[in-house]
């Protein structure tokens, strides 16, 4: 439904919405009508670029203009199909040149080669789905990215998370973890980081899949069991004991963000947890009559089972309310997929087979909720099923000098694209770059490419001035120093700087000496 062409003189290149093609989609005289007088309230220009502004530019900066262009009219587009067109069915416009990142990737180099840095403009091309040739501000990415991880749980649509020996499956995915009620220590049930983000990308799959109005009634109940809530707050608050009644002697006193906490006079075990998940299953199962039709209703937790009486009072008092609530859906709109990333740092840094546990299928392309041979496992809780969705694409970054990357799980290494980051003296401070060059071919020849210096290390941070002798005596040499740890790994640190020293004329003024047992980077006449 956008039009690019070239005017009759060759003299520029124009995009619009098509509109008269819109017009043409059977719509009746009234429609039509009202289709045009909505748009001439509206401002919106056709997109001119003359020839001679793109005589020196690449295709990238055209695609860039017309995917800026389209992205600005797309909520004028969106606004008039919902007004005018919502009898008729065709898909809202979309780019289709934009082109798959892979689901799984890591990004693997020496230290210092941008790899975490990386990771912020991935994720933002991720998930706003744009071509890698389209150039991008990196302050753009960043903001977005430092933005988007401070928002809640449930509207993030990145995650980010360093790997450490002391990981765990039970910290990624789920277990159960010890907790503090007061002063009482208890256990409670953890869900991990990777097991939330998982569920966010495939609740936002699942919806984006529904007819619009069963996704409407879905809301609407949202909405009531909110107000219901709310309805049970107040209750509990009035109350001078804080106790909404179940029974006589039975009632809840808390409410959670999962469940409400329910408890009676005399049980010994005090704060039972009724899920939300288990009452919406009895009120949305139309057989439940009673107790013992409630009963049998298909994927309740034992608690509830063993609890009915309680569960099920609780479903036909939300049924009851929900008669006498009114909701306005009218303006829910249909879902559109979203991508999420998460982001795991040194994640060769963990125990991977430990952590990765039935990942190590989940996360084949083909085996991803919505693809071919799509497949769902159940956890060791014994109940809890899971699957990982093909919206969710997972980054790694590897530093090759920590841990060698044949030391990957095998099977993790097969179901990963690899992204090789390496020192690019192109990035380096131009009176660096001679020494930068020579020392990492010096490193190449003893070590491998695996522990190269990266071009970080010489680059100017904004707002500071370079100061070789202050990154060489801080970080580099004792880099240097744990790469060739011997009895005679000094001498071989200071040779190696020495003699790239002495291919750099910035540098030819600087040595490498001994100073109270470290080795130490200074120019020779501070030295006499």
């Not at 107000?227 to 179940?246: P, R, V």
């Not at 063993?306 to 008669?323: D, K, M, P, V």
């Not at 963990?350 to 769902?376: C, H, P, Q, V």
């Amino acid at each position: 439904d956008y039009t690019l062409g070239v005017d009759a003189e060759l003299e520029s290149i124009i995009i619009k919405i098509d509109f008269d093609r819109i017009r043409s989609k059977n719509l009746t005289s009234k429609q039509i009508a009202q289709f045009d007088q909505v748009l001439a309230k509206k401002n919106i220009d056709w997109l001119i670029i003359s020839t001679s502004e793109i005589a020196d530019k690449n295709k990238e900066w055209l695609i860039e203009k017309a995917c800026n262009f389209i992205n600005s009219t797309l909520d004028t587009y969106k606004e008039l199909h919902r007004m005018l067109l919502n009898d008729i069915s065709f898909p809202s416009p979309s780019i289709t040149y934009l082109p798959q990142y892979p689901l799984n990737q890591i990004l693997y180099g020496p230290p210092g080669t941008g790899k975490t840095y990386k990771t912020a403009e991935l994720a933002y091309r991720i998930v706003h789905n744009i071509a890698t040739e389209v150039v991008i501000p990196y302050e753009i990415a960043r903001k977005w990215y430092k933005e988007e991880l401070a928002k809640e749980d449930t509207e993030r649509q990145i995650d980010f998370i360093t790997f450490h020996q002391n990981y765990s499956y039970e910290d990624f995915i789920m277990g159960i973890k010890p907790s503090l009620e007061g002063q009482k220590l208890g256990f409670s049930e953890h869900e991990g980081l990777f097991f939330k983000i998982s569920q966010r990308a495939e609740n936002n799959l699942k919806d984006s899949q529904k007819p619009i109005e069963v996704f409407k009634q879905e809301k609407k109940i949202v909405e009531i069991f909110e107000a219901f809530k709310s309805h049970i707050m107040d209750e509990i608050d009035q109350n001078e004991k804080g106790q909404f009644k179940l029974t006589e002697s039975v009632y809840i006193s808390e409410v959670t963000g999962d469940s409400f906490v329910y408890t009676g006079d005399n049980w010994q075990q005090k704060g039972l947890n009724m899920k939300f998940e288990d009452i919406f299953k009895i009120y949305n199962n139309s057989k439940a009559s009673s107790r013992k039709e409630a009963k049998m209703t298909p994927g309740i937790s034992g608690t509830s089972i063993q609890h009915i009486t309680y569960f099920y009072r609780i479903a036909s008092q939300l049924r009851e309310f929900a008669g006498k609530v009114k909701v306005d859906n009218t303006a829910i709109e249909q879902v559109e997929i979203k991508n999420y990333v998460i982001i795991i740092d040194e994640i060769n840094r963990a125990n991977i087979s430990r952590f990765f546990g039935e990942l190590i299928t989940l996360i084949e392309e083909d085996k991803r909720w919505g693809n071919t041979y799509e497949m769902e496992v159940r956890l060791p809780d014994g109940k809890t099923r899971f699957s990982v969705p093909k919206n969710l694409y997972i980054i790694g970054t590897m530093n090759t000098a920590d841990k060698s990357i044949a030391l990957l799980d095998i099977a993790l290494r097969r179901r990963f694209e690899f992204v090789a980051l390496y020192p690019d003296s192109t990035k380096v401070e131009a009176e660096c770059h001679d020494f930068f060059t020579a020392l990492n071919e010096a490193i190449k020849v003893k070590k491998g490419i695996d522990f190269m210096i990266g071009h970080s290390y010489f680059m100017k941070r904004e707002g500071e001035a370079f100061n070789f002798a202050k990154v060489m005596n801080a970080k580099v040499i004792p880099l240097l120093s744990e790469y060739f740890y011997n009895p005679r790994g000094g001498d071989e640190v200071k040779n190696l700087v020495n003699t790239a020293l002495s291919k750099a004329p910035s540098f030819s003024g600087y040595e490498v000496r001994e100073d109270n047992y470290k080795l130490v980077i200074s120019k020779k006449d501070a030295v006499n």
